[in-house]
């Protein structure tokens, strides 16, 4: 199967972007569909990128701009809902919808969905990865045989622009006191944004990977408490970490959620009842070795937003 041109959903975010240079560096072309391409036009000088504005929940609008398309990514995905109480639905569910009935009239055959780990429509903890779940089944629903479909649940995603490890360095930074963590038990494997990359461009073409779920992750597990530590660490910053009992950290999510741009939310909270770990990491299966932390996040962690973007071109994505 060749690629020539790809159309992307939320390629203009963390994991688009990086994407996006990858399949820049494959002389593949996207065609970027983003709610406002002013805000990302950076993007447009990539060779073989173009943003295009669309209201991307509507077929008929986006099956115009699909012609000469041979694959479908979409990479939609939203932590928190805000005021809008359909977000979730809407993001993860409905867009799955309106994105298989543009793949079908446009005659895309194959389709690339990114997912969660954990993402689970019977026993979703929280809304997001209860929603997640739910557009990942939509997505590999037997009622389009014609549509190839592999979806990708990764743990915690980091890379320059990240916004774990450099949300909680920002918080370290601004709080000079004793810092209280939510759910400091939780453990996760966190994953390059590369390796992520490296995962969708590698599926694209394989065949055996058409209907697949899977779930990747990084070469290490860590507790949330530790990754504080290590950012702490990588900043130079002496913080202390106050762990959070279940009803502190609860409360915290009550509190941050009313605050403007939920910096932590009760579905927040929710997530992090599950660890965000694998069973079985799925990036092996691809021939892709995971990527340590320590290899990346002392490259960028600190810097500025312009040394981050350069120190992202430098690492190739
Ligand atoms: N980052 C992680 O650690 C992580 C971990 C597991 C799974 N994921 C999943 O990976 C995907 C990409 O994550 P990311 O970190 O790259 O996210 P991101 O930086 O927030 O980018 C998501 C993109 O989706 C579009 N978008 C956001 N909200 C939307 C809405 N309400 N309606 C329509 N479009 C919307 C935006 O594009 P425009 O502004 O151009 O429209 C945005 O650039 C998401 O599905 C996420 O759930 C991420």
């Keep these: 199967m060749k690629i020539s041109k790809v159309c992307i959903l939320g390629g203009s975010g963390f994991v688009g972007r990086n994407l996006i240079s990858k399949l820049v560096s494959k002389g593949i072309q996207s065609l970027v569909l983003t709610r406002s391409p002013p805000q990302h036009k950076d993007l447009q000088v990539l060779p073989g990128v173009q943003l295009l504005a669309a209201n991307i929940f509507d077929t008929k609008t986006i099956v115009p701009h699909l012609a ?3 694959a479908f990514i979409n990479l939609v995905g939203i932590l928190n809902e805000g005021s809008n ?30 997912s969660a780990l954990n993402a689970n429509q019977d026993q979703g903890p929280s809304r ?11 997505a590999h629903k037997p009622s389009h045989p014609h549509i190839n479909v592999t979806s990708f649940c990764p743990s915690v995603i980091f890379g320059a622009n990240d916004s774990f490890f450099n949300r909680f360095a920002d918080l370290l930074t601004l709080a000079p006191i004793p810092f209280p963590l939510a759910c400091p038990d939780t453990r996760f494997a966190p994953i390059y944004v ?36 290590y950012t702490a660490q990588q900043l130079g910053l002496k913080r202390k970490i106050v762990r959070l009992n279940d009803r502190a950290s609860r409360l915290q999510a009550e509190i941050l959620g009313r605050m403007p741009g939920q910096p932590f939310s009760i579905d927040n909270y929710l997530s992090l009842q599950v660890d965000s770990v694998c069973q079985h990491n799925d990036l092996l299966d691809l021939g892709i070795a995971p990527t340590d932390i320590n290899d990346i996040v002392p490259l960028y962690l600190g810097l500025t937003q312009r040394q981050q973007r350069l120190s992202r071109w430098r690492q190739g994505g």
Aim: aromatic share 8%; charged share 20%.
């Design 68 to 70: 000469g398309c041979d």
């Design 85 to 114: 109480k359909q977000g979730f639905k809407q993001a993860h569910v409905a867009l799955v919808d309106a994105v298989i009935k543009a793949c079908r009239t446009a005659g895309i055959s194959r389709l690339l969905h990114m």
């Design 128 to 138: 997001y990865l209860f929603t997640k779940g739910e557009g990942e089944n939509l």
């Design 194 to 229: 590369g390796d992520v990359a490296d995962a969708f461009i590698h599926t694209l073409t394989h065949h055996d990977t058409f209907g697949r779920r899977f779930n990747l992750c990084g070469p290490r597990v860590f507790t949330l408490e530790a990754l504080v530590n």
